[in-house]
């Protein structure tokens, strides 16, 4: 099943990069969908289809080089905690950055309005579940 999943993201990500191929070559206009910014259409498609084929292929190149005693491995104690380690200094940096470089956008002239608001809500909805967890993750223990 995940394997299927996965082979879905590739080709939905090989699609989705040929698409803003396409519509670089012809142009956006061509979806008669109002954009403000016509030019960065082609680039925003493409960009999804890329973390799509990028995050799928990485996903099953990792799967598939993993023999039995690697699967059993994958799920001992030590190596979930070294896993869940990694994804909380991913989640420390990434929080710490993106917290500055919204307002640097914005101070720029690089960010509209509604996309600023959208980001700081999403920014705020994150940090919150962030300190959900650890408030529940505490309880626990």
């Not at 910014?37 to 960009?47: H, T």
């Not at 989640?91 to 509604?114: H, K, Q, R, T, W």
């Amino acid at each position: 099943m995940k394997n299927k999943l996965l082979w879905s993201m590739i080709i939905v990500g090989a699609l989705l990069i040929i698409a803003g191929i396409i519509l670089g070559v012809v142009g956006a206009e061509l979806l008669n969908i109002p954009f403000i910014r016509m030019d960065l259409v082609p680039i925003g498609v493409g960009f999804c289809g890329v973390m799509l084929l990028g995050s799928g292929i990485t996903e099953l190149v990792d799967e598939k080089n993993k023999t039995k005693e690697q699967l059993i491995e994958e799920k001992d104690e030590r190596n979930i905690e070294l896993r869940q380690n990694a994804k909380s200094k991913a989640f420390d940096l990434m929080i710490n950055l993106f917290g500055f470089s919204l307002p640097a956008l914005a101070m720029f002239g690089y960010m509209n309005e509604v996309s600023f608001f959208s980001l700081i809500a999403l920014y705020f909805i994150c940090y919150a579940y962030y300190l959900y967890r650890l408030k529940s993750n505490k309880e626990i223990m």
